[in-house]
């Protein structure tokens, strides 16, 4: 009797340690899937804050992607600047409305102007904006016209000789001039144009001349 107990108390302590150190497997398992799961949570949220972007893409307050643009503004073409601010809702193409781009070779011949952008409003035949992108590397200009057209904008904010006519120009952005006033516009027009400015301004983070 005394050899049947002795054996029965031998099986369970033998079933104990075994339950035991399957617990103990069980947690430690658990315990290292917890932490590698958030050793790579944290490597992942490290390496999308170096790269400044989530999900692989820049989008700004204004919900535009900036990672399809160049990020310095002295790179943007014209077609940049109809993407960009056809993003924002500025820039529309509808009945009454049409953007339009403009090259140096037809339309700015010997001047420093490369290419030229802009948002007509078919029906009053108003131009609501142009963004002019100059540049110092055309065959036909100089860089002694490029540093006049700077100046003189700069200066005067209008476009130098036959090209004042134009009108005004309302900002300078490196090599980029804004301009809106070349006919009358409405005031709720001009404060559209103008905030999408400004968000261009934060979205980019460029600098104005003025």
């Known amino acids: ?14 079933m104990g340690l075994a339950a035991c150190g399957g617990s103990d497997s069980g947690s430690g398992s658990a315990s290292e899937a917890t932490s590698g799961s958030t050793a790579a949570s944290e490597t992942s949220a490290a390496s999308e804050e170096a ?16 990672s399809a643009y160049p990020s310095d503004v002295s790179e943007w073409t014209a077609q940049n600047f109809v993407d960009y601010f056809t993003a924002v809702g500025l820039f529309t193409d509808d009945a009454d409305h049409e953007t339009w781009i403009q090259d140096h070779e037809m339309n700015w011949p010997n001047t420093p102007v490369s290419e030229c ?10 131009v609501c904006e142009m963004i002019m992108i100059m540049s ?19 200066n005067d904010k209008t476009l ?8 005004k120009v ?7 001039a804004f301009a809106y006033s070349t006919m009358t516009l409405d005031d709720d027009t001009l404060a559209r144009v103008e905030a999408a400015y400004e968000r261009f301004l934060v979205d980019t ?4 001349t003025f």
Do not use: F
């Not at 009797?1 to 033998?14: C, G």
């Not at 952008?117 to 108003?126: I, K, N, Q, R, S």
């Open 51 to 66: 790269s400044g972007s989530t999900g692989g893409t820049e989008a700004t307050a204004s919900g535009v992607d900036m």
């Open 160 to 167: 130098p000789g036959e090209y004042s006519s134009l009108g």
């Open 1 to 14: 009797m005394k050899k049947l107990i002795a054996v029965v108390l031998a099986a369970a302590m033998v």
């Open 205 to 208: 983070g460029a600098t104005a």
């Open 170 to 176: 309302d900002h300078l952005v490196g090599n980029v």
């Open 117 to 126: 952008a802009g948002w007509w409003d078919l029906v009053g035949t108003e």
């Open 136 to 154: 110092p590397d055309l065959a036909d200009s100089s860089q002694e016209d490029y540093d006049s057209w700077i100046e003189t904008i700069t």
